[in-house]
């Protein structure tokens, strides 16, 4: 696996090398030493799958608040989408910028997003899977989400959103009051 930075500090595109044969390809998605090297200490308790129907669909702004912040490894299982994450640590140089990596299943990449992020996609094909590894399990109470159609965060949707669920689409919108996440 070979780690490549992104603008936003401890956000990392993941990529993956396949080795292929007559039979097809093999290709490790997963390694605990590089999860070290990614988040010393972390472990990985909860593993999701998310299919998304519809090409224009966006999934999110979603983040957990400490103390059930967690990091996420995502890879794209089938089709195409552009993920997208949002700096939201306090005092970040970055805080409030984004960034997003276009995962392909079949493109040897994913994306390994650090706790303090808000994490989103939008569909480029129909029919998408996305498998997420999280270092922490998903708890009601310590989850938020903002607006992913936000000015505060002009985040430049590769399509018109075409389906969105009613929660993602009244998130609330960034203010003032809006500090960020504390680690």
Known sequence: MKLHATPLSGL???ETKSVNDDR???TRVFCEASLRELHPSKD???VNLSVTYQRGTVRGMHYQRPPAAEAKLIRCLRGRVFDVAVDLRAG???FLHWHAVELDADKPLQVFIPEGFAHGFQALTDNVQLLYLHTAPWRREHEGGLRPDDPALAIEWRLAISLISDKDRTAPLIDHEFAGLQP
Do not use: A
Request: hydrophobic letters at 40%; charged letters at 10%.
């Open 92 to 94: 970040s140089k970055t």
């Open 44 to 46: 990985i308790p909860q």
């Open 12 to 14: 990392v595109v993941v």
């Open 24 to 26: 097809g390809s093999f």
